[in-house]
């Protein structure tokens, strides 16, 4: 079972950059709010969390109060609603009011952390969007194979090949960088131990390949079981209408 890692490549692309969920929310001056309206954040992760405007010290339980007053400016219910937010750790966000705009940015990224926003505030200034965009970049490396026990996705995965095929006419030079994220992390970092840095990573550069012929790695990368995810980089191709796809391929230690 091989991991399709590039299909029909045309084009060189950059480092893999994980992404971290972001959302919005339009505050209102105190005036504009009732007590016990509410907000509520639901995350992929299955996480619920309903926010409470509180002016008079009583809210329901099992919310988080966000105290306000008659005479609050938007941006005081910005920085309330933000701080709230930000409190509320099990939602994993960071939030910052800026006039009367919050901004909520996931603290990690991945989109797990994606959710969904609902409001009940009769204002219709007051306003919120989804925090969306959370992302990690590549392919992952663990996980159930059908058919096979952990153990055996784990063992075929942890020593692998790239193998990177072109399709045009012409011969192709192709030149790739394999990259392994931390799964604690999530940090991104070339795979091998080259001496220098800048080595660290590639496939066989500058080697010509012709048509449809093969290209494997000169050597096998390593301990991929303790890597959460593997990205191929592209930073040379060259050929006439040429194309090109790769995959990992698994090899049993």
Known sequence: ???????????????????????TITAVAGADLVDGETFTIKSRRGITVTFEFDSNSSFTAGR????????????????AIAAAISGAASLGLSAVGAVATVTSTARLPGP?????????????????????GGALAGFALQ?????QPQRYWQKVWDAAVI???????????????AWLMDPITFA??????????????????????????T???????????????????????????????????????
Do not use: C
Request: hydrophobic share 40%.
């Open 112 to 132: 797990e952390w994606n959710a969904g926003v609902t409001e009940t505030v009769a204002n219709g200034t007051f306003a919120v969007t989804d925090i969306t």
């Open 188 to 213: 991104w970092a070339p795979a091998g131990i080259a001496v220098l840095s800048a080595d660290r990573g590639l496939l066989n550069d500058g080697n010509t390949i012709t048509g449809t012929t």
């Open 215 to 253: 290209l494997s790695h000169t050597q096998p990368l390593h301990a991929l079981s303790a890597a959460g995810r593997i990205y191929l980089e592209t930073t040379i191709i060259t050929g006439t209408n040429m194309t090109v796809s790769a995959t990992l391929e698994p090899r049993a230690v």
């Open 163 to 177: 193998s990177v095929k072109g399709a045009g006419t012409g011969a192709l030079t192709y030149q790739g960088k």
């Open 64 to 79: 988080v109060p966000i105290v306000f007053g008659g005479g609050d400016t938007s941006t005081q219910v910005a920085t």
């Open 1 to 23: 079972m091989s991991l399709l890692l590039l299909n029909a490549a045309t084009a060189t692309n950059s480092p893999p950059s994980n992404t971290a969920a972001t959302g």
């Open 143 to 147: 996980g159930s194979q059908p058919g």
